[in-house]
């Protein structure tokens, strides 16, 4: 197996093993959310805030862009 071969077969299985990982979290974030909603909101809410100070703009289920003041733009 060549160099370049090799970097490939790695960079599949790094992916493959990230797509599991973030399918896992998912599942997870997902029964913490309908075992513990309002704990969930709350946290969202507040991760929701300090992105947006940083400047990073959250998109809602259409892709609309959520302002500061939960208004979509």
């Known amino acids: 197996m060549s160099k370049t071969e090799r970097r490939i077969e790695t960079a ?17 974030l997902a029964r913490l959310g309908n075992d513990y909603p309002n704990v969930y909101r ?8 300090a992105d947006e100070k940083m400047g990073k703009k ?9 302002s500061t003041n939960g208004r979509s733009r």
Do not use: C, F, P, S
């Open 58 to 66: 959250w998109l809602d289920i259409t892709g609309n862009t959520k």
């Open 42 to 49: 709350t946290y969202l809410e507040e991760e929701i805030e």
């Open 12 to 28: 599949k299985a790094q992916a493959v093993r990230q797509r599991n990982y973030r399918r896992a979290r998912d599942r997870a």
